[in-house]
């Protein structure tokens, strides 16, 4: 690892120190500024100012190091300086998606054992009747409290305008638990990724890094992306923070979103693929992103050729970034390129080891693909609850990914391991849709796997055997839709459900997923002759 990296390092051992150094050293300059409605701002001083504020409030609760604090907000200025103030203590953030399925989101809340959480007023209610104490990121209103505890809920504007004890200093061990996130890692289950101050430090001192710096001070970087996302959190805001960059958050991507983009100035504009899709050959894209010096997609698959025609149309290269959760997250970029291989996601991040292994674990021929295996500062602590499955005895961790060397030393993605789905980067587990959808009244047999989409790279698509043969199979993939809408994210609902008599099976019993990939494969090069 360079000495720079030591030096950093060495220096800010807790992530909440990064914004008062900033706040000392630009206290007017804007640090968050929301592209919607009355368009708030909050300089660095008054995020620092108001980082200390919330964080009195929390340990004004009672709470200590170690204890895990839930955001689940959209990208807003209250998501930061909650972030922030909980690291500022030594607590845990847990940002968890505002969009998830009510059974998600408390289940997270459960298993991560959270105790205090912040979240949009359309949560108050849900989570005050689990007993969760609630910061809701509005003024309050009587229907959002309960009538039993009106204590349940409090305002973040009150919290912070409360009278909180004198604070410690934040606590310095770069090993102790920073943030707790659902996903990644490409098994068939959602698991908790433990994340630590000295991981988030280093991946973001990893990408300041490289050169040209993709972030810098005089950046305004538009950030679409969601918060409760590794990319956003710690790829984005991390290096945002670490630079003192201006950082616009907008909550959701419309129509709007390209105009905002020239509105407001924005010089950085980290993406998804489906963004990329949305804005591909569409007039006004290069006038639009004149001022824009860094466009990079992360997160999940693109295109080759998707990549080539936004290029073109945009006027500017569209850089590619790899990542997970497990890395926090970035592992390797075009960014240092100027002239990336086609289908490539570059280099690796400075002090970041790759090995490409064999499925006997040695290095994989050169001209051969291999699992993906990491080794860096960066690399998780293990998985929630008990710290296993993090990098092995030699630092080595396996990412499920598999990949190929390019003759100039850049990375291609080949294939996954497992079974993991991609949807505009969300991760979607087939377990959990299956499980969901085995649970629905008439249902004898389910598969869920990935299929390709235009817009979302992949999407979810579920076979379903019914209890009933004859069953209507329009009306029956509504209503197993509808019962999935109700307890899935949108991006987990398949967006087929085909109906059939019977799914085909291995010799052992199990559904064979190969085959229905095969036949989803077939059908979709039908569809192209
Ligand atoms: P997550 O931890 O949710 O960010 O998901 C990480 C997974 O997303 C990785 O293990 C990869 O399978 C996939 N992924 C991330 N970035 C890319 C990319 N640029 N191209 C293709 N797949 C990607």
Redesign the pocket.
Same mark, same amino acid.
């Given at each position: 690892m360079s000495d720079r990296l030591c030096q950093t390092r060495a220096m800010v051992h807790n992530l909440a120190e990064i914004a008062s150094r900033q706040a000392a050293a630009r206290p007017d300059d804007v640090a968050f500024e929301e592209a919607y409605g009355d368009r708030r701002t909050l300089t660095w001083s008054e995020l620092d100012a108001q980082v200390d504020r919330f964080a009195a409030w929390l340990s004004g609760q009672g709470l200590v190091a170690g204890q895990r604090v839930a955001l689940v907000l959209e990208n807003r200025l209250e998501l930061p300086v909650a972030y922030l103030a909980v690291l500022r203590l030594g607590l845990v953030a847990v940002p968890v998606n505002p969009r998830g399925a009510h059974d998600e989101v408390l289940a997270l809340c459960a298993q991560t054992g959270t105790r205090v959480v912040v979240a949009e007023r359309r949560w108050a209610s849900t989570l005050t009747e689990t007993g969760l104490r609630t910061v809701i990121a509005a003024p309050l209103r009587d229907e959002d409290v309960p009538a039993a505890r009106p204590d349940a809920a409090v305002a973040f504007a009150d919290a912070l305008a409360a009278d909180g004890p004198a604070l410690p200093p934040p606590p310095q061990d770069p090993e102790s638990l920073a943030v707790l996130m659902s996903?990644?890692g490409?098994s068939t289950r959602p698991r908790i990724v433990m994340l630590s101050h000295r991981a988030l430090l280093a991946n973001i001192v990893q990408v300041a890094a490289i050169r040209p710096q993709p972030i810098v001070a005089a950046d305004r970087i538009l950030l679409v992306l969601p918060l409760f996302h590794?990319?956003a959190l710690n790829g984005v805001l991390g290096q945002a923070l670490h630079q003192g960059a201006t950082t616009v958050l907008l909550d959701r991507f419309d129509d709007q979103t390209l105009a905002e983009v020239a509105r407001g100035a924005i010089t950085v504009l980290p993406v998804a693929p489906p963004v990329v899709a949305a804005w591909c050959g569409r007039p006004g894209v290069a006038e639009a992103l004149a001022g824009v010096r860094t466009v990079l997609s992360?997160?999940?698959?693109?295109e080759a050729d998707l990549v080539e025609e936004f290029s073109a149309t945009g006027g500017t290269t569209l850089h590619?970034?790899?990542? !997970?959760?497990e890395a926090a997250?970035v592992v390797t970029t075009t960014l240092a390129q100027t002239d990336p291989v086609p289908g490539s996601?570059g280099t690796p991040v400075e002090g970041l080891e790759v090995r490409l292994v064999d499925s006997d674990g040695s290095d994989a021929h050169p001209d051969d693909p291999g699992e993906i295996w990491l080794r860096g500062p960066n690399l998780l602590t293990g998985f929630w609850p008990d710290g296993t499955d993090g990098p092995d005895a030699d630092g080595w961790f396996a990412?499920?990914?598999v990949g190929i060397r390019a003759p100039d030393g850049s990375l291609v !993605?080949v294939d996954?391991l497992r079974e !993991?789905v991609?949807v505009s980067g969300f991760?979607v587990y087939p377990r959990e849709v299956e499980e969901v959808l085995a649970e629905a009244p008439g249902v004898a047999e389910v598969a869920v796997v990935g299929v390709g989409d235009p817009y979302t790279g992949e999407a979810v698509r579920a076979y379903v055997v019914p209890v009933v043969p004859d069953a209507d199979p329009e009306e029956t993939a509504e209503r197993l839709r509808a019962y999935a809408a109700l307890r899935l994210a949108a991006f987990k609902v398949p967006r087929d459900i085909e109906v059939t008599d019977a799914l085909p099976h291995t010799a052992t019993g199990e559904i064979s997923k190969s085959r229905l990939r095969a036949a989803e494969a077939r059908r979709g090069i039908q569809g192209l002759l």
């Open positions: 996903t990644s490409t590794v990319f992360g997160a999940a698959p693109i590619q970034g790899y990542g !997970l959760t997250p996601v990412t499920g990914d !993605l996954r !993991l991609i991760n």
